[in-house]
C-alpha cells in the first residue's frame, strides 16, 4: 500500500496522560499536513511542514500540542496533559510540492481516533 | 476570512437519481482554490476535484459533474445515477493562494443513496 498510513489507528486515553500518533506520508510527498476533525464537522488545519520545516501552525494548535519530521519523511503529533476536548479524529496529509504557483492536492491518510476519558 | 458553507446537512436519495450537493464560499482574495473531497464510512478523505478561480469551465468525470460559478461564489457537484457506493460524506474546502497549503473544509453533506 503506497498511500499515507497513520498509527495508531485508535487511541483511548485517560485525561492528563500524554499521546503521540505517527503519520507516514507518501514516500516522494515533500509536504505534510494535521488536521483535526470533530464529529459533525469538517477537517481542521493544524499544522504544514514542507520537507522538516514547520511553516504554518494553526492558533488550535494549543501548547500542549506539538509536531516533528525530523527527517522530513513520517511526523509525529503529540499531545501533552490531554483533555476530554482532544477527543477528535487526526487527519494526516501528504502533497508534492509541483514547482509552480498554487495549492497542491493533498491526500489523506485514514485517521487516529483519540478518545480521552 | 475564509468560509465555506454546505447548508445541506445530509441528503436521501434512491438509487439512480440525480443529486446536486450545493457549496457556497467565501474569500477576499481573486486567486484561490476549491475541492470536493469524498469521506466514505472507512473514514479516509479521497479527492475528487481541485478548480483554480481562474477556470470557471465546468467539469465532467463520469457521473460526477462540477459547476463552478464565481457570480454567486458557489462550486456546486452533481453525481447523475446515483449508486449506493455513492453513500458517504462529501466536503468542499477553499484555499487561498498565500503560499501556505492551507485548506478551511465545509461541515460536510451526508449522501445516503438506498437501493
Known amino acids: 500500500d503506497t498511500g499515507v498510513s497513520q498509527n495508531p489507528r485508535h487511541k483511548i486515553t485517560k485525561r492528563g496522560q500524554n499521546v503521540t500518533f505517527r503519520c507516514d506520508p507518501i514516500?516522494?510527498?515533500?509536504?505534510l499536513y494535521w488536521y483535526r476533525q470533530t464529529l459533525g464537522q469538517g477537517p481542521e488545519f493544524l499544522t504544514y511542514?514542507?520537507?522538516?520545516?514547520?511553516?504554518?501552525k494553526s492558533r488550535l494548535l494549543s501548547d500542549r500540542f506539538s509536531a516533528e519530521r525530523p527527517k522530513g519523511s513520517f511526523s509525529t503529533l503529540e499531545i501533552q496533559r490531554t483533555e476530554q476536548g482532544d477527543s477528535a479524529m487526526y487527519l494526516c496529509a501528504s502533497s508534492q510540492a509541483s514547482g509552480l504557483a498554487g495549492i497542491d492536492e493533498q491526500y489523506f491518510g485514514p485517521g487516529t481516533r483519540l478518545t480521552v476519558t | 476570512a475564509q468560509k465555506v458553507t454546505q447548508a445541506q446537512t445530509e441528503i436521501s436519495v434512491v438509487e439512480k437519481e440525480d443529486v446536486t450537493l450545493d457549496c457556497v464560499y467565501e474569500t477576499r482574495d481573486t486567486t484561490y482554490y476549491l475541492f470536493w473531497y469524498k469521506q466514505p464510512p472507512s473514514g479516509e478523505l479521497v479527492f475528487l476535484i481541485r478548480r483554480n478561480s481562474f477556470d470557471e469551465q465546468n467539469e465532467i468525470s463520469g457521473r460526477y459533474s462540477w459547476n463552478f460559478q464565481k457570480s454567486t461564489s458557489s462550486f456546486n457537484f452533481t453525481i447523475t445515477a446515483s449508486q449506493v457506493v455513492d453513500s458517504a460524506v462529501y466536503f468542499c474546502?477553499?484555499?487561498?493562494?498565500?503560499?501556505?497549503?492551507?485548506?478551511?473544509f465545509g461541515t460536510g453533506t451526508r449522501l445516503l443513496v438506498s437501493p
Open positions: 511542514f514542507q520537507n522538516e520545516a514547520q511553516l504554518e
Open positions: 474546502a477553499l484555499s487561498e493562494d498565500t503560499g501556505f497549503q492551507k485548506l478551511v
Open positions: 514516500s516522494e510527498h515533500n509536504r
